[in-house]
């Protein structure tokens, strides 16, 4: 059975940081990212999800201009863990977080970005909160 599992959302003020963690079990997937769904979206499902930052099997990596130079997208292939580290934290953050990942996207992390609803698999989310 295939599974994503998010930690390490929380609540921080506005210039803090937090680091989001993606346990992959049942597979090595080639294809992972980042997404974020603000408040009052959760109606809209998978539509309404905001790339964040995304890497490809290549390992290449593309984020959203709004979080250039504060995230980082890592990836640790020996325990098939995906990470998020976000510094700087502003309020427009706050958003709920989930982790994505696809075994057949042979796409560019920029490509990856953009298109959600192409993801197979999709964890619970974790709920980050920035207060200003």
Known sequence: QFQLVESGGGSVQAGGSL???CAASGNTYSSMGWFRQAPGKEREGVAAREGVAAIDSDGSTSYA?????RFTI?????TNTL???MNSLKPEDTAMYYCAADLHLGESAWWLLLHARDFGDWGQGT??????
């Not at 201009?65 to 130079?69: A, L, P």
């Not at 709920?127 to 200003?132: D, E, G, K, L, Y």
Request: no cysteine.
């Open 19 to 21: 680091r989001l963690s």
């Open 65 to 69: 201009d709004s979080v250039k130079g």
């Open 74 to 78: 890592s990836q640790d292939n020996a």
């Open 83 to 85: 990470y998020l580290q």
């Open 127 to 132: 709920q980050v909160a920035v207060s200003s």
